[in-house]
C-alpha cells in the first residue's frame, strides 16, 4: 500500500515538472528539465508549435482590435509617414519640414479626416445641422449677417451663410491677408491669434470669435492691412462668390449690402478729400465701371450696380465744385489707411 502510493505521488511530481517543463518550452524555448525519451521531445515541440501560434493569433486580434478603435489615428500616422517621405524625396529643408508638420498637426490634430469630404457625402439637413454646430456662435458676431425679417426665412439665411463656409489651417507667420492685395474673402477666427500689421506696424492682436476682411468681401476694394497668424489658426472662410451668390436669393440683404458699400464708399472718399482729393476718384470711377459689369450679372449686382454709379456721380460733382473752389492749390493724393479696426479689409 505504501509503495502503490510512493508510485501515484512519483507519478504526479513527474506529470507536474513535464507540465511546467512543456510550458516553458513553448513560450522561452528553454526549460529546468530536457526532454529525455523521443515522446517527449515530439511532445515538446508540439506544444512549441501551437504555443506559437496561439501567440501570434492573440496578438493579431488585439493589434487588429487597437487599430479598429483608432482609424483615424491609424490614418493620420500613415499620413505623417507620407509627408516624411515626402520631404527626404524632395530634399526640403529642416524649416520647412517643420512648417510642414506643424501645419499637418494644425489641420489634423492627431486624427485623419477631410471635413469638406465627409460633408459633401450627406444630405443637405444633415449638413447644414453640422455646418451650423461649426460656425453659428462665429456668424451670429457679425452685424450685418443678421437678418430679422420675420418671414421665416432667417433661419435659411443663416444656413445658407453657414454652409459656405470653410475651415483653413495657418501656422506661425502665415500671411493670411496682405496689403494692398486684392483678396475679397472674410475670415471667422475659430481659434488662435492673429496679428494685425498697417504699413508693417502691429496696430492689435485678433482672437478666437474675432472676423477680419468684412470690407473687402463687401466693397471689392484693395485689403488696407496684413494679418499675420502669430499661433496655430483654425478659421472659416467666406469668398466673395459664395457670399454674394447666397444674399441673390434674398433681395432685402442684396438692399442691405448695397446699402454698406454706399456708405463705406462715401466713407472713403470723406477721407480721400482730407488728404487732398484729385484724380483718385476717376481712377475709382473706372475700377468700379470694371467691376460693376462683372457684377451685373446677378440681380444683387444690377442694384449694388446702380447704387454705386449714383454715388459716384454725386462724388464727382462735389469733386468737380471743391476742385474749383481750390484750383489754386491743388491736391495731393495718398495713400489710404485704415479707418479703425472695424475698417480691416
Known amino acids: ?30 526549460s529546468f528539465k530536457r526532454p529525455q ?30 487599430m479598429s478603435l483608432d482609424t483615424s ?24 519640414k517643420r512648417k510642414l508638420v506643424s501645419y499637418y498637426e494644425t489641420k489634423y490634430r492627431g486624427k485623419y479626416f477631410e471635413e469638406d469630404t465627409l460633408l459633401s457625402d450627406m444630405n443637405e439637413s444633415l449638413r447644414t445641422e453640422i455646418s451650423l454646430h461649426n460656425t453659428r456662435a462665429l456668424i451670429e458676431k457679425v452685424p450685418f449677417l443678421k437678418r430679422s425679417e420675420q418671414d421665416g426665412r432667417d433661419e435659411i439665411f443663416f444656413s445658407r451663410i453657414a454652409t459656405v463656409l470653410h475651415a483653413r489651417y495657418f ?10 492685395d486684392s483678396g475679397l474673402d472674410m475670415y471667422f477666427i475659430l481659434s488662435g491669434k492673429v496679428n494685425v500689421f498697417v504699413n508693417s506696424v502691429k496696430v492689435v ?34 469668398t466673395y462668390s459664395d457670399f454674394h451668390a447666397v444674399i441673390g436669393e434674398f433681395p432685402d440683404m442684396v438692399k442691405k449690402i448695397a446699402k454698406l458699400a454706399t456708405e463705406r464708399e462715401k466713407m472713403m472718399h470723406k477721407q ?16 468700379m465701371s470694371k467691376a460693376g459689369r462683372s457684377q451685373a450679372r446677378s440681380v444683387g449686382g444690377i442694384i449694388r450696380q446702380s447704387v454705386t454709379v449714383w454715388g459716384m456721380i454725386m462724388n464727382l460733382h462735389q469733386l468737380y465744385v471743391a476742385n474749383v473752389s481750390s484750383s489754386s492749390t491743388g491736391g495731393q493724393v495718398q495713400d489710404r489707411k485704415v479707418c479703425g479696426l472695424s475698417s480691416t479689409r
Open 171 to 180: 501656422i506661425p507667420g502665415d500671411l493670411i491677408t496682405q496689403q494692398g
Open 37 to 66: 525519451t523521443q515522446i517527449e521531445q515530439a511532445v515538446a515541440i508540439l506544444y512549441i508549435v501551437v504555443g506559437a501560434v496561439i501567440y501570434a493569433v492573440f496578438v493579431g486580434y488585439i493589434s487588429s482590435a487597437a
Open 205 to 238: 492682436s485678433l482672437y478666437d470669435g474675432s472676423f477680419f476682411g468684412e470690407v473687402a468681401l463687401i466693397s471689392r476694394v484693395l485689403r488696407t492691412a496684413t494679418v499675420q497668424a502669430a499661433m496655430p489658426c483654425v478659421v472659416y472662410r467666406l
Open 272 to 287: 480721400r478729400e482730407k488728404e487732398g482729393g484729385g484724380p483718385i476718384f476717376i481712377k475709382k470711377a473706372n475700377s
Open 73 to 96: 489615428g491609424r490614418l493620420y500616422q500613415q499620413k505623417m509617414e507620407e509627408l516624411v517621405d515626402y520631404v527626404k524625396w524632395k530634399k526640403l529643408s529642416e524649416e520647412t
Open 1 to 30: 500500500m505504501l509503495e502503490e502510493l510512493l508510485i501515484l505521488l512519483g507519478g504526479i511530481n513527474y506529470g507536474l515538472n513535464y507540465a511546467l517543463q512543456a510550458s516553458v518550452n513553448f513560450t522561452l524555448g528553454h
